[in-house]
């Protein structure tokens, strides 16, 4: 899933892009990756399925939250933890604010152990700056300049139980929707790249709500890329309340000795 970054901790700009955002559709609360979340994810990537699916290799826990500080100091990836929003209202006793005004006048104090009951997986996108590539378009071999930056997208639902019910389009959309307000992003500026082996994920970003389309293969790694069509209007996911804001999490929360 992340080949070429596992284990690698960057100390670069520290942006921490989205440290403090948080995204919220009708399905779906999508966080800042914590170490708190670090050891569930850690289960996750040792299922064979979700290796395979995700191009990964099994590190241990020590590297996986290494790894997890990697993501959240870099200025060039971003990661959000996709949280079922029923399932982390019923855990806190209480709605996620959804509205700029709420979190604006009330930032929202996140609960970690509500959260580690809501995890069903995560989204990813890596930010390739000043990128100029020449491509051969798939369909009438004629060559296409791409300039700017592009945004790679990924998107796992590690929990078994909500597979098959639209939520990874979803928090896709919700990432795209990030990515747009929050940095600008252009839809032909969007890509995937997507294992030959992969269906689930080649129907996901093919598909309704999203509609990538096929750019270009690369039989060396067995994997293609999907592209959003430049004319295409960005992906809005149902209920998308914006980019809101929630409070630092306290110390200890931050750290990696919280407990489920």
Known sequence: KKPDVRGVCS?????????FSYCVSQSLVLVPYEAYHVTRYHQWMLQPDILEATASEPLSL??????????????DKLTF??????????????????????SASLPWQRQPAAELAAMIGDVNSFLIPNIRAVEEDNQDNEEVVREGREFELEVMIAEPAYRGRGLGREA????????????????????????DDNLASQRLFT?????????????VFRQATYRCPSEAATPTPPGWAGVLTCSRLPAAATGCGLSA
């Not at 020590?62 to 200025?75: I, K, L, P, T």
């Not at 982390?88 to 006793?93: D, F, I, N, Y």
């Not at 598909?207 to 039989?219: E, I, S, T, V």
Request: charged fraction near 25%; aromatic fraction near 4%.
């Open 172 to 195: 896709v959309q919700c990432l795209i929707a990030y990515l747009s307000e929050a940095l600008g992003a252009q839809p032909g500026q969007l890509l995937a790249k997507i294992g």
């Open 81 to 102: 933890i996709v949280l079922h929003r029923d399932t982390l209202e019923s855990a806190m006793g209480s709605k996620v604010p959804a509205s700029n005004k709420e």
């Open 62 to 75: 020590e590297e996986e939250f290494e790894m997890q500080r990697s993501w959240r100091n870099s200025d």
């Open 11 to 19: 100390s670069s700009s520290k942006m921490r892009l989205n440290e």
């Open 207 to 219: 598909g309704p709500g999203l509609r990538f389309q096929l750019a270009d293969r690369q039989p």
